[in-house]
């Protein structure tokens, strides 16, 4: 039992291209999240997903997409990187069973330098 | 306002001493509340669920003050290894708001 996982573990991007991180759990939880998290700012929520095939805006959307094809995976996207989007990224699921109150579980983290 | 707000820090204690953290939270409709550790450059994880009665995990106590919307959490007999980030968390819909985080140091 993995957990959650996350792929890549560090990249480095140049300016205006595009990548997709992987997140999957192998915990048979229906939601699923992305954060990011930058000095001073903590954790910051990206899109979350409540089932496959759903998603929902976080806090911090903008330049980014999302897709839940799978129940055991969510695919974050950057099209177009920028420096802002500078930040160490992190995976979490949780069961659901609370409607999204409940314990988060994380993944280690993907590292993202833009330059 | 931040939903959840936390002094960042940093505590600096010598091994076993007693030490608490506080945390507000601005939503009076949030239902649970945790508390996460985070090491450097690691993830969150769970050190513990809130509860309104209180509730004790070893060296770990956490209270809930709903009427002033507060939450505490005390470490006693502070270890070295207890030197981490603690993440204050109130839920939201659908989702969990973090603080930014309280950082710990322990020393010899």
């Known amino acids: 039992n993995a957990g959650v996982t996350q792929t890549p573990k560090f990249r480095v991007l140049k300016t205006g291209q595009s990548m997709t991180l992987l997140c999957a759990q192998d915990m048979n939880h229906e939601y699923m999240y992305w954060y990011r998290q930058d000095p001073g700012m903590g954790l910051r929520l990206i899109h979350y997903s409540v089932g496959e095939g759903t998603t929902a805006k976080g806090e911090v959307p903008d330049g980014y997409n999302v897709s839940r094809l799978k129940k055991q995976n969510f695919l974050l996207g950057l099209e177009s990187a920028a420096p802002s989007q500078t930040s160490v990224y992190f995976c979490a699921s949780s069961n659901g069973l609370a409607g999204g109150q409940e314990t988060q579980y994380f993944g280690p983290g993907t590292r993202l330098l833009v330059l | 306002r931040k939903e959840v707000e936390q002094d960042p820090g940093p505590f600096n204690v010598p091994e076993g001493a007693t030490v608490a953290f506080n945390c507000t939270y601005s939503?009076?409709?949030?239902?649970?509340f945790f508390w996460y550790r985070q090491d450097c450059r690691k993830e969150p994880k769970l050190l513990m669920s809130v509860y309104s009665s209180g509730n004790e995990d070893g060296r770990f106590t956490a209270q809930l003050n709903r009427a002033s919307q507060y939450i505490s959490l005390l470490i006693r007999d502070s270890k070295l290894s207890d030197s981490a980030t603690y993440l204050c968390?109130?839920?939201?819909?659908?989702?969990?708001?973090f603080g930014k985080g309280t950082m710990l140091l322990v020393s010899p």
């Open positions: 968390v109130a839920t939201g819909y659908s989702t969990l708001t």
């Open positions: 939503n009076s409709a949030s239902q649970s």
